[in-house]
């Protein structure tokens, strides 16, 4: 799915060759077999769904970006019959699985090398580009935040989703300059947050760095799009089936986590639901809850660093009633068309 020079995610090698983050481990934790249908929720490049398809099992693969699943079609000839390639948002994987519930799901959190190298997406300002950063290519871009968005809401976006110590500045900065000529590349918007705060040459991040993943995460509401894609995954999954999720961001993690607690019975429940009988568990972990990334393979890819992956089975009870309340999501500002001048 879903750089910036922000949270670590999916990288490629020397030869530009896509490297899925805890291949080996994901596969451990999904456990496909031949005969199996497995939902891959977030494609990119195919690294995970490859993997599966040779064990025998057939795929559904989904994900948000065109370009990916036109990049998938020479994978769809090669499996003719057991991959199937969906454009769309992991939220609705409901909607994905119909006909036939999944023995296993799997989602990756993070934004494929493909879309950080391609300059013309605005994901990364290591290379000039249009200020865009959409996964769907659709939708406000991230210059229509940048330059249309009041200045707290622009401060609560870049101190939530990027915990950017210097967000009332920084928003501030933004709606002074684009007063006169509004941001619409990637190294311009760069450029004036390393002017305005200073860089420290102790800390090897560049200073624009925290923004650009808040702008992403925005722009894609990446962390709604998670909480509904665990809810969805929750509905559909068979009994027995498994549910592995990788992420690279401390946000990300803390919805994964405090969803399977809850959904395992460990957690405290819904703070607005009765209790007016005990909850039976929807899920149970896999393993010891958490899993990371060996040194070997952080040195192999530094994008890997920050992943975690957490996966859990799925019982034969009803799904739980959805609280969004539980994993502290903050109230930030919808964009809409009217707030364009």
Do not use: C, W
């Amino acid at each position: 799915m879903a750089g910036s020079g922000s949270n670590a995610m999916s990288g490629a090698d020397g030869d530009g060759r896509h490297i899925p983050v805890l291949l080996d481990e994901v596969i451990a934790a999904l456990q496909p077999a031949k005969g199996q249908l497995i939902i891959d929720g977030t494609f990119g490049a195919g690294g995970y769904t490859r993997r599966i398809l040779e064990t025998g099992a057939s795929v559904t693969a989904v994900d948000r970006d065109p370009s990916a699943i036109e990049a998938g079609r020479s994978l769809e000839k090669e499996y003719g019959g057991r991959l199937t390639l969906v454009q769309g948002t992991f939220s609705t994987l409901d909607q994905v699985a119909l006909l036939d519930a999944p023995d296993g799901i799997v989602l990756d959190i993070g934004v494929s090398s493909m879309q950080i190298d391609e300059a013309e997406r605005g994901f990364s300002f290591q290379k000039d580009g249009p200020l865009d950063m959409r996964m769907s290519s659709s939708g406000p871009s991230a210059a229509d935040v940048v330059n249309r968005l009041k200045t707290g809401d622009l401060a609560r976006i870049f101190n939530f989703l990027g915990e950017e110590r210097h967000a009332g500045r920084i928003a501030r900065m933004i709606e002074k300059r684009r007063a006169s000529e509004p941001f619409t590349r990637t190294r311009d918007l760069a450029n004036a947050i390393e002017a305005l705060v200073g860089r420290n040459p102790k800390v090897p991040i560049h200073p624009a760095t925290r923004v650009f993943q808040a702008l992403r995460i925005f722009v894609n509401d990446e962390l709604g799009e998670l909480v509904r894609a665990l809810h969805a995954a929750e509905r559909v999954l068979k009994p027995g089936g498994r549910l592995v999720v990788v992420t690279f961001h401390s946000l990300e993690d803390r919805i994964v986590k405090r969803f399977f607690s809850d959904r395992s019975g460990t957690g405290g429940g819904s703070r607005h639901l009765p209790q007016l009988e005990q909850r039976l568990a929807s899920f149970t972990p896999v393993g010891k809850g958490i899993v990371v990334p060996t040194e070997a393979e952080s040195a192999r890819n530094p994008r890997a660093r920050s992943a975690k992956l957490r996966a859990g089975v799925r019982t034969d009870n009803p799904p739980l009633a959805e609280d969004h309340s539980i994993y502290g999501l903050p109230n930030l500002p919808v964009f809409h068309e009217t707030v364009r001048s």
